[in-house]
Protein backbone atom coordinates (compact mmCIF):
# COMPACT_ATOMS: atom_id res chain seq x y z
CA UNK A 1 0.00 0.00 0.00
CA UNK A 2 1.33 3.56 -1.12
CA UNK A 3 2.91 6.04 1.88
CA UNK A 4 0.73 8.91 2.92
CA UNK A 5 4.21 10.26 3.98
CA UNK A 6 7.96 9.52 4.27
CA UNK A 7 7.72 10.07 7.97
CA UNK A 8 5.55 10.13 10.92
CA UNK A 9 6.65 11.72 14.13
CA UNK A 10 5.22 10.98 17.14
CA UNK A 11 5.75 14.17 19.62
CA UNK A 12 6.28 18.00 18.85
CA UNK A 13 8.50 17.98 21.60
CA UNK A 14 12.22 19.82 21.32
CA UNK A 15 13.51 16.53 19.77
CA UNK A 16 10.64 15.79 17.67
CA UNK A 17 10.06 19.27 16.16
CA UNK A 18 13.63 18.82 15.06
CA UNK A 19 13.71 15.80 13.47
CA UNK A 20 10.85 16.52 11.60
CA UNK A 21 12.18 20.17 10.41
CA UNK A 22 15.85 18.37 9.39
CA UNK A 23 13.98 15.43 7.53
CA UNK A 24 11.98 18.06 5.52
CA UNK A 25 14.31 20.20 4.52
CA UNK A 26 15.88 16.63 3.19
CA UNK A 27 12.88 16.57 1.13
CA UNK A 28 10.86 14.23 3.30
CA UNK A 29 6.80 14.30 3.76
CA UNK A 30 6.47 14.61 7.11
CA UNK A 31 4.18 14.36 9.76
CA UNK A 32 4.16 15.43 13.36
CA UNK A 33 0.94 14.14 16.01
CA UNK A 34 0.85 15.41 18.82
CA UNK A 35 -2.02 14.82 21.69
CA UNK A 36 -0.91 18.03 23.99
CA UNK A 37 0.51 21.12 23.01
CA UNK A 38 3.28 21.65 20.53
CA UNK A 39 6.83 22.66 22.13
CA UNK A 40 6.68 19.54 24.40
CA UNK A 41 8.32 19.25 28.27
CA UNK A 42 10.95 21.81 27.79
CA UNK A 43 8.98 24.48 26.15
CA UNK A 44 5.48 24.32 28.02
CA UNK A 45 6.77 22.69 31.30
CA UNK A 46 10.12 22.18 31.88
CA UNK A 47 13.01 24.02 30.84
CA UNK A 48 11.59 27.67 29.39
CA UNK A 49 9.01 28.02 32.61
CA UNK A 50 11.30 26.62 35.38
CA UNK A 51 14.47 29.38 34.01
CA UNK A 52 11.32 31.77 34.00
CA UNK A 53 10.64 31.03 37.61
CA UNK A 54 14.09 30.98 38.11
CA UNK A 55 14.91 34.74 37.13
CA UNK A 56 11.82 35.92 39.09
CA UNK A 57 13.64 34.64 42.46
CA UNK A 58 16.78 36.05 41.37
CA UNK A 59 15.31 39.45 42.00
CA UNK A 60 14.75 38.71 45.91
CA UNK A 61 18.90 38.42 45.47
CA UNK A 62 19.02 41.56 43.71
CA UNK A 63 16.72 43.39 45.83
CA UNK A 64 18.69 42.43 49.01
CA UNK A 65 21.88 43.19 47.30
CA UNK A 66 20.81 46.66 46.08
CA UNK A 67 21.79 48.71 49.31
CA UNK A 68 25.12 47.77 49.66
CA UNK A 69 25.89 49.46 46.39
CA UNK A 70 24.09 52.49 47.26
CA UNK A 71 20.71 52.24 46.24
CA UNK A 72 17.96 53.40 48.79
CA UNK A 73 14.26 52.84 49.64
CA UNK A 74 14.59 49.17 47.66
CA UNK A 75 11.70 47.42 48.30
CA UNK A 76 9.53 45.07 46.56
CA UNK A 77 6.91 42.04 46.84
CA UNK A 78 6.25 39.31 44.49
CA UNK A 79 2.47 38.31 43.28
CA UNK A 80 3.29 34.96 41.51
CA UNK A 81 -0.32 35.65 39.69
CA UNK A 82 1.31 38.41 37.95
CA UNK A 83 4.15 36.30 36.91
CA UNK A 84 2.26 33.06 35.94
CA UNK A 85 0.13 35.60 33.51
CA UNK A 86 3.10 36.79 32.09
CA UNK A 87 4.64 33.52 31.70
CA UNK A 88 1.53 31.80 29.82
CA UNK A 89 1.67 34.75 26.68
CA UNK A 90 5.04 34.00 26.42
CA UNK A 91 5.07 29.85 26.32
CA UNK A 92 1.97 30.90 23.90
CA UNK A 93 4.25 32.46 21.91
CA UNK A 94 6.63 30.15 21.62
CA UNK A 95 4.58 27.37 21.36
CA UNK A 96 2.80 29.93 18.23
CA UNK A 97 6.33 30.07 17.03
CA UNK A 98 7.45 26.06 16.94
CA UNK A 99 3.83 26.08 15.13
CA UNK A 100 4.92 28.76 12.75
CA UNK A 101 8.56 26.78 12.18
CA UNK A 102 6.55 23.28 11.58
CA UNK A 103 4.71 25.26 8.80
CA UNK A 104 7.15 27.17 7.31
CA UNK A 105 9.28 23.55 6.99
CA UNK A 106 6.13 22.23 5.21
CA UNK A 107 5.48 19.38 7.76
CA UNK A 108 2.07 18.82 8.78
CA UNK A 109 0.78 18.47 12.04
CA UNK A 110 -2.18 16.23 13.58
CA UNK A 111 -3.78 16.38 16.70
CA UNK A 112 -4.43 13.55 18.73
CA UNK A 113 -2.93 10.38 20.42
CA UNK A 114 -0.83 8.15 18.03
CA UNK A 115 -1.16 4.84 18.23
CA UNK A 116 1.18 1.96 15.97
CA UNK A 117 -0.98 0.00 14.42
CA UNK A 118 1.31 -2.16 11.77
CA UNK A 119 4.36 -1.91 10.33
CA UNK A 120 4.69 1.96 9.18
CA UNK A 121 1.23 2.21 9.78
CA UNK A 122 0.01 5.07 13.10
CA UNK A 123 -3.69 5.98 13.83
CA UNK A 124 -4.25 9.28 14.99
CA UNK A 125 -7.18 11.68 15.44
CA UNK A 126 -9.27 8.81 13.61
CA UNK A 127 -6.99 8.94 10.32
CA UNK A 128 -4.96 5.82 9.51
CA UNK A 129 -1.47 7.22 7.96
CA UNK A 130 1.21 4.97 6.72
CA UNK A 131 4.89 6.32 6.72
CA UNK A 132 7.79 4.29 5.45
CA UNK A 133 9.57 5.30 8.51
CA UNK A 134 8.06 6.27 11.97
CA UNK A 135 10.50 8.54 14.94
CA UNK A 136 8.89 7.96 18.12
CA UNK A 137 9.72 10.78 20.18
CA UNK A 138 6.35 10.99 23.07
CA UNK A 139 8.72 12.29 25.65
CA UNK A 140 8.69 11.14 29.51
CA UNK A 141 6.26 12.35 32.81
CA UNK A 142 6.87 12.91 36.55
CA UNK A 143 6.99 9.10 38.07
CA UNK A 144 4.44 8.93 41.07
CA UNK A 145 5.34 5.81 42.78
CA UNK A 146 8.93 6.17 44.29
CA UNK A 147 7.22 5.37 47.53
CA UNK A 148 3.02 5.48 48.58
CA UNK A 149 0.97 8.73 48.81
CA UNK A 150 3.00 10.31 46.44
CA UNK A 151 0.48 10.62 43.76
CA UNK A 152 -0.99 13.69 46.08
CA UNK A 153 2.20 15.99 45.65
CA UNK A 154 2.27 18.61 43.07
CA UNK A 155 4.79 17.26 40.21
CA UNK A 156 7.14 20.01 38.17
CA UNK A 157 3.97 20.39 35.69
CA UNK A 158 1.82 21.36 38.67
CA UNK A 159 4.52 23.75 40.19
CA UNK A 160 5.18 25.98 36.78
CA UNK A 161 0.87 26.67 37.25
CA UNK A 162 1.15 27.89 40.59
CA UNK A 163 -0.51 31.44 41.19
CA UNK A 164 0.76 31.66 44.63
CA UNK A 165 3.80 30.97 46.45
CA UNK A 166 2.95 27.87 48.95
CA UNK A 167 3.74 28.81 53.01
CA UNK A 168 5.59 26.15 53.21
CA UNK A 169 7.15 23.62 50.96
CA UNK A 170 8.15 19.40 51.21
CA UNK A 171 10.36 18.62 48.32
CA UNK A 172 10.64 15.40 47.69
CA UNK A 173 14.00 13.71 45.88
CA UNK A 174 17.31 14.96 45.32
CA UNK A 175 17.73 15.29 41.45
CA UNK A 176 17.76 18.26 38.84
CA UNK A 177 14.01 18.93 39.06
CA UNK A 178 14.03 18.81 43.32
CA UNK A 179 17.50 20.83 43.73
CA UNK A 180 15.98 23.71 40.84
CA UNK A 181 12.77 23.90 42.37
CA UNK A 182 13.99 24.12 46.33
CA UNK A 183 16.38 26.99 45.27
CA UNK A 184 13.62 29.03 43.45
CA UNK A 185 10.71 28.40 45.41
CA UNK A 186 12.86 29.40 48.69
CA UNK A 187 13.81 32.62 46.46
CA UNK A 188 10.34 33.40 46.04
CA UNK A 189 9.79 33.38 49.89
CA UNK A 190 8.60 29.60 50.63
CA UNK A 191 9.84 27.78 53.93
CA UNK A 192 11.50 25.02 51.84
CA UNK A 193 12.33 21.38 53.67
CA UNK A 194 14.08 19.20 50.55
CA UNK A 195 13.85 15.51 51.74
CA UNK A 196 16.61 13.18 50.14
CA UNK A 197 17.62 9.86 51.07
CA UNK A 198 21.24 10.41 50.60
CA UNK A 199 24.09 12.60 52.49
CA UNK A 200 24.61 14.64 49.36
CA UNK A 201 22.42 15.93 46.63
CA UNK A 202 22.71 15.39 42.93
CA UNK A 203 24.18 11.54 42.17
CA UNK A 204 26.29 11.32 39.96
CA UNK A 205 27.87 14.85 39.94
CA UNK A 206 31.10 15.63 40.36
CA UNK A 207 31.68 15.30 44.74
CA UNK A 208 33.17 18.58 44.96
CA UNK A 209 29.72 20.33 43.64
CA UNK A 210 27.68 17.81 45.84
CA UNK A 211 29.87 18.79 48.82
CA UNK A 212 29.32 22.59 48.12
CA UNK A 213 25.87 22.61 46.96
CA UNK A 214 24.17 21.84 50.17
CA UNK A 215 26.23 24.50 52.37
CA UNK A 216 24.91 26.81 49.33
CA UNK A 217 20.93 25.86 49.65
CA UNK A 218 20.95 26.36 53.39
CA UNK A 219 22.25 29.88 53.39
CA UNK A 220 19.37 30.90 50.57
CA UNK A 221 16.87 29.58 53.28
CA UNK A 222 16.52 25.91 52.62
CA UNK A 223 16.49 23.68 55.18
CA UNK A 224 17.86 20.23 54.11
CA UNK A 225 16.55 17.23 55.25
CA UNK A 226 19.47 14.39 54.11
CA UNK A 227 20.80 10.92 54.69
CA UNK A 228 17.27 9.02 55.50
CA UNK A 229 15.23 7.13 53.51
CA UNK A 230 11.51 8.18 52.60
CA UNK A 231 8.77 6.19 53.46
CA UNK A 232 5.65 7.27 52.45
CA UNK A 233 3.48 10.52 51.81
CA UNK A 234 0.34 11.53 53.43
CA UNK A 235 -2.16 14.25 53.29
CA UNK A 236 -3.41 16.24 56.36
CA UNK A 237 -5.63 19.11 57.76
CA UNK A 238 -2.38 21.48 57.49
CA UNK A 239 -1.10 19.94 54.07
CA UNK A 240 1.25 17.09 53.92
CA UNK A 241 3.43 14.86 55.85
CA UNK A 242 6.27 13.22 54.95
CA UNK A 243 6.87 9.86 57.49
CA UNK A 244 10.94 8.87 56.96
CA UNK A 245 12.97 5.55 57.96
CA UNK A 246 14.34 6.65 61.26
CA UNK A 247 10.54 7.17 62.07
CA UNK A 248 10.78 11.56 61.83
CA UNK A 249 7.74 13.40 60.09
CA UNK A 250 8.16 16.54 57.74
CA UNK A 251 5.80 18.91 57.73
CA UNK A 252 4.75 21.14 54.96
CA UNK A 253 1.47 23.18 53.40
CA UNK A 254 2.50 21.85 50.50
CA UNK A 255 4.40 18.93 48.57
CA UNK A 256 6.38 18.39 45.07
CA UNK A 257 7.17 14.83 43.76
CA UNK A 258 10.49 15.44 42.15
CA UNK A 259 11.64 11.11 42.18
CA UNK A 260 12.55 10.80 38.79
CA UNK A 261 10.72 10.52 35.16
CA UNK A 262 9.48 7.74 33.22
CA UNK A 263 9.02 7.21 29.12
CA UNK A 264 5.55 7.72 27.62
CA UNK A 265 5.22 4.83 25.91
CA UNK A 266 1.88 3.67 27.41
CA UNK A 267 -1.18 3.02 25.12
CA UNK A 268 0.92 3.80 22.21
CA UNK A 269 0.78 -0.17 20.64
CA UNK A 270 4.63 -0.10 20.81
CA UNK A 271 5.43 -3.67 22.14
CA UNK A 272 2.60 -5.34 20.20
CA UNK A 273 4.31 -3.67 17.05
CA UNK A 274 7.37 -5.63 17.71
CA UNK A 275 9.11 -2.04 19.62
CA UNK A 276 11.12 -3.73 22.83
CA UNK A 277 11.07 -1.71 25.63
CA UNK A 278 13.76 -1.78 28.47
CA UNK A 279 13.37 -2.66 32.51
CA UNK A 280 12.34 1.15 32.89
CA UNK A 281 10.24 0.94 29.75
CA UNK A 282 11.92 2.85 27.68
CA UNK A 283 12.24 2.15 24.00
CA UNK A 284 15.30 -0.14 23.45
CA UNK A 285 17.30 1.79 20.83
CA UNK A 286 21.02 1.20 19.26
CA UNK A 287 23.74 4.01 18.25
CA UNK A 288 21.30 4.94 15.63
CA UNK A 289 18.40 5.57 17.49
CA UNK A 290 17.06 2.28 15.73
CA UNK A 291 14.44 0.32 17.87
CA UNK A 292 13.57 -3.05 17.50
CA UNK A 293 10.46 -2.79 14.76
CA UNK A 294 11.51 -2.55 11.28
CA UNK A 295 11.24 1.18 10.14
CA UNK A 296 10.54 2.52 13.80
CA UNK A 297 13.26 4.68 15.61
CA UNK A 298 13.25 6.93 18.98
CA UNK A 299 14.91 9.54 20.04
CA UNK A 300 15.17 11.88 23.31
CA UNK A 301 13.82 11.08 27.19
CA UNK A 302 11.35 8.22 25.78
CA UNK A 303 14.68 6.39 25.05
CA UNK A 304 15.97 7.12 28.71
CA UNK A 305 19.43 7.95 27.55
CA UNK A 306 20.70 10.82 28.45
CA UNK A 307 17.67 13.07 29.47
CA UNK A 308 18.29 16.61 28.26
CA UNK A 309 16.77 18.51 25.25
CA UNK A 310 19.82 19.38 23.54
CA UNK A 311 20.66 15.58 23.27
CA UNK A 312 17.46 15.12 21.75
CA UNK A 313 17.41 17.52 19.50
CA UNK A 314 20.85 16.42 18.07
CA UNK A 315 19.47 12.46 18.28
CA UNK A 316 16.46 13.95 16.17
CA UNK A 317 19.00 15.86 13.95
CA UNK A 318 21.03 12.70 13.34
CA UNK A 319 18.42 10.55 12.79
CA UNK A 320 16.96 12.55 9.50
CA UNK A 321 20.67 13.38 8.18
CA UNK A 322 21.24 9.35 8.80
CA UNK A 323 17.84 8.70 7.17
CA UNK A 324 16.95 11.55 4.40
CA UNK A 325 20.65 13.16 4.14
CA UNK A 326 23.71 11.84 2.21
CA UNK A 327 25.56 11.31 5.29
CA UNK A 328 25.30 9.35 8.54
CA UNK A 329 25.97 10.94 11.40
CA UNK A 330 25.99 9.93 15.42
CA UNK A 331 25.30 11.89 18.46
CA UNK A 332 28.56 11.24 21.46
CA UNK A 333 27.00 10.43 24.60
CA UNK A 334 29.59 11.02 26.48
CA UNK A 335 30.68 14.38 26.90
CA UNK A 336 27.15 16.16 27.54
CA UNK A 337 27.38 19.56 29.45
CA UNK A 338 24.44 20.49 31.57
CA UNK A 339 23.47 23.14 34.30
CA UNK A 340 21.82 23.32 37.23
CA UNK A 341 19.78 25.89 37.74
CA UNK A 342 20.31 26.42 41.41
CA UNK A 343 21.08 29.65 43.36
CA UNK A 344 23.83 29.36 43.22
CA UNK A 345 24.08 27.41 39.61
CA UNK A 346 26.08 24.77 38.31
CA UNK A 347 27.66 24.06 35.44
CA UNK A 348 29.35 20.73 33.87
CA UNK A 349 30.97 18.85 31.13
CA UNK A 350 33.15 15.84 31.11
CA UNK A 351 34.29 13.36 34.05
CA UNK A 352 34.15 14.00 37.48
CA UNK A 353 37.35 13.41 39.88
CA UNK A 354 36.80 10.26 40.81
CA UNK A 355 35.46 9.01 37.60
CA UNK A 356 38.54 10.28 35.93
CA UNK A 357 41.32 8.87 39.08
CA UNK A 358 39.47 5.37 38.21
CA UNK A 359 40.55 5.89 34.34
CA UNK A 360 44.25 6.90 34.87
CA UNK A 361 46.73 9.45 36.36
CA UNK A 362 45.01 12.80 37.00
CA UNK A 363 45.96 16.73 38.22
CA UNK A 364 43.00 18.50 39.68
CA UNK A 365 42.97 22.33 39.68
CA UNK A 366 40.69 24.37 41.46
CA UNK A 367 39.68 27.45 42.48
CA UNK A 368 37.48 28.67 45.51
CA UNK A 369 36.98 32.47 46.00
CA UNK A 370 34.34 35.16 46.96
CA UNK A 371 32.71 36.60 43.55
CA UNK A 372 33.73 40.29 43.23
CA UNK A 373 29.92 41.16 42.98
CA UNK A 374 28.67 39.97 46.07
CA UNK A 375 31.93 39.99 48.10
CA UNK A 376 31.19 43.58 47.96
CA UNK A 377 28.32 44.17 49.92
CA UNK A 378 29.89 41.58 52.61
CA UNK A 379 28.01 38.46 51.10
CA UNK A 380 29.63 35.02 52.02
CA UNK A 381 28.98 33.56 48.87
CA UNK A 382 31.27 32.08 47.01
CA UNK A 383 32.45 30.55 43.69
CA UNK A 384 34.21 26.98 42.68
CA UNK A 385 36.26 25.86 39.65
CA UNK A 386 37.35 22.66 38.94
CA UNK A 387 39.53 21.55 36.03
CA UNK A 388 40.25 17.75 35.69
CA UNK A 389 43.10 16.93 34.03
CA UNK A 390 44.64 14.00 32.18
CA UNK A 391 48.12 13.72 33.82
CA UNK A 392 49.79 11.78 30.59
CA UNK A 393 48.37 14.11 28.17
CA UNK A 394 47.59 17.20 29.88
CA UNK A 395 44.33 16.90 27.98
CA UNK A 396 41.29 18.32 30.10
CA UNK A 397 38.39 15.85 30.87
CA UNK A 398 36.46 17.82 33.12
CA UNK A 399 35.38 21.18 33.71
CA UNK A 400 33.03 21.99 36.93
CA UNK A 401 31.60 24.99 38.60
CA UNK A 402 29.40 26.18 41.74
CA UNK A 403 28.98 29.55 41.37
CA UNK A 404 27.37 32.60 39.84
CA UNK A 405 26.80 32.07 35.75
CA UNK A 406 28.16 28.72 36.25
CA UNK A 407 26.05 27.81 33.25
CA UNK A 408 27.01 30.46 30.70
CA UNK A 409 31.08 29.78 31.33
CA UNK A 410 30.55 26.42 31.10
CA UNK A 411 28.87 26.53 27.97
CA UNK A 412 31.66 28.18 26.64
CA UNK A 413 34.14 25.77 27.72
CA UNK A 414 32.96 23.17 26.52
CA UNK A 415 33.77 23.71 23.23
CA UNK A 416 37.49 24.01 24.19
CA UNK A 417 37.11 20.21 25.97
CA UNK A 418 34.98 19.11 22.78
CA UNK A 419 38.07 20.37 20.50
CA UNK A 420 40.56 18.49 23.26
CA UNK A 421 42.38 21.27 24.97
CA UNK A 422 45.06 20.34 27.14
CA UNK A 423 45.40 22.43 30.28
CA UNK A 424 48.94 23.76 28.26
CA UNK A 425 46.13 25.81 26.14
CA UNK A 426 44.52 27.04 28.75
CA UNK A 427 47.68 28.21 30.17
CA UNK A 428 48.12 30.75 27.53
CA UNK A 429 44.74 31.97 27.18
CA UNK A 430 45.03 35.34 27.87
CA UNK A 431 42.10 36.64 30.71
CA UNK A 432 39.22 38.54 30.44
CA UNK A 433 39.49 40.96 33.46
CA UNK A 434 37.43 41.39 35.78
CA UNK A 435 35.57 38.24 35.49
CA UNK A 436 35.04 35.30 37.14
CA UNK A 437 35.02 32.93 34.19
CA UNK A 438 39.06 34.04 34.07
CA UNK A 439 39.85 31.82 37.61
CA UNK A 440 39.66 28.81 34.83
CA UNK A 441 42.94 29.89 32.87
CA UNK A 442 44.73 31.59 36.01
CA UNK A 443 45.08 27.85 38.21
CA UNK A 444 48.90 27.24 38.13
CA UNK A 445 49.31 24.41 40.17
CA UNK A 446 47.32 21.07 41.07
CA UNK A 447 45.36 20.91 44.39
CA UNK A 448 46.21 17.08 44.25
CA UNK A 449 47.24 14.49 42.31
CA UNK A 450 45.86 10.94 41.91
CA UNK A 451 48.01 7.88 40.82
CA UNK A 452 47.74 5.50 37.95
CA UNK A 453 45.44 2.56 38.31
CA UNK A 454 44.99 0.39 35.23
CA UNK A 455 42.49 1.79 32.80
CA UNK A 456 41.00 -1.63 33.23
CA UNK A 457 40.18 -1.33 36.54
CA UNK A 458 37.81 1.41 36.07
CA UNK A 459 35.43 -1.47 33.97
CA UNK A 460 34.72 1.39 31.86
CA UNK A 461 35.75 2.67 28.70
CA UNK A 462 38.77 5.48 28.59
CA UNK A 463 37.31 8.63 27.01
CA UNK A 464 38.56 9.06 23.35
CA UNK A 465 41.76 10.88 23.17
CA UNK A 466 42.43 12.90 19.83
P1 LIG B 1 16.49 12.64 38.69
O1 LIG B 1 16.60 11.27 38.17
O2 LIG B 1 17.54 13.65 38.39
O3 LIG B 1 16.34 12.60 40.26
C1 LIG B 1 15.39 11.78 40.90
C2 LIG B 1 15.61 11.91 42.39
O4 LIG B 1 14.60 11.17 43.07
C3 LIG B 1 16.95 11.34 42.83
O5 LIG B 1 17.50 12.21 43.77
C4 LIG B 1 16.57 10.00 43.44
O6 LIG B 1 17.43 9.58 44.45
C5 LIG B 1 15.23 10.35 44.04
N1 LIG B 1 14.44 9.14 44.29
C6 LIG B 1 14.03 8.24 43.38
N2 LIG B 1 13.35 7.25 43.98
C7 LIG B 1 13.35 7.52 45.31
C8 LIG B 1 12.83 6.88 46.46
N3 LIG B 1 12.16 5.70 46.38
N4 LIG B 1 13.03 7.44 47.67
C9 LIG B 1 13.71 8.60 47.76
N5 LIG B 1 14.22 9.27 46.71
C10 LIG B 1 14.05 8.74 45.50
O7 LIG B 1 15.06 13.12 38.22
P2 LIG B 1 14.37 14.54 38.19
O8 LIG B 1 12.93 14.25 38.37
O9 LIG B 1 15.03 15.51 39.10
O10 LIG B 1 14.66 15.03 36.71
C11 LIG B 1 14.24 14.21 35.60
C12 LIG B 1 15.12 14.45 34.41
O11 LIG B 1 14.86 15.73 33.90
C13 LIG B 1 16.59 14.39 34.74
O12 LIG B 1 17.10 13.16 34.31
C14 LIG B 1 17.19 15.51 33.98
O13 LIG B 1 17.92 14.97 32.92
C15 LIG B 1 16.04 16.32 33.45
N6 LIG B 1 16.12 17.70 33.96
C16 LIG B 1 17.17 18.46 33.60
C17 LIG B 1 17.28 19.74 34.06
C18 LIG B 1 18.44 20.58 33.66
O14 LIG B 1 19.11 20.23 32.70
N7 LIG B 1 18.73 21.66 34.36
C19 LIG B 1 16.28 20.33 34.95
C20 LIG B 1 15.24 19.42 35.29
C21 LIG B 1 15.18 18.16 34.80
P3 LIG B 1 18.77 8.75 44.16
O15 LIG B 1 19.74 9.72 43.56
O16 LIG B 1 19.16 8.28 45.50
O17 LIG B 1 18.39 7.65 43.22
Same mark, same amino acid.
Given at each position: ???????? @???????????? /???? +??????????????????? #???????????????????????????????????? =??????????? %?????????????????????????????? #?????????? +????? @???????????????????????????????????? %??????????????????????????????????????????SPALAARGVELACGVALQSLSRTAAGFELLRGDGSVLRA???????????????????????????????????????? $????????????????? &? #????????????????????????? !? $??? !????????????????? +???????????????????????????? =???????????????? =??? *?????? @????? #????????????? /??????????????????????????????????? &? *???
Amino acid at each position: MSHSHDLI @VIGAGSGGVAAA /RRAA +AHGARVLVAESGRVGGTCV #VRGCVPKKLMMYAASYAQSLAEAPGYGWVDVSGRFE =MARWADAKARE %IARLEGHYRKLLDDSGVELAAGHARLAGAG #VVEVGGRVLR +AGRVL @VASGSAPARDAIPGLELAMTSDDVLELREVPASLLV %IGGGYIAVEFASILAGLGAKVTLAYRDALLLRGFDQSLRERLSPALAARGVELACGVALQSLSRTAAGFELLRGDGSVLRAAAALNATGRRPNTAGMGLEEAGVRLDARGAIAVDVDSRSS $ADAVWAIGDVTNRVNLT &P #VAIAEGRAFADSEFGARRVRVDHRT !V $ASA !VFTDPPIGTVGLGEAAA +ARLGPVDVYESDFRPMRTAFTGSPARSY =MKLVVDGLSGRVLGIH =MIG *ADAPEI @VQGLA #VALSCGATKADFD /RTLAVHPTAAEEFVLMREPARRHGAPTIASAGVAP &P *ALT
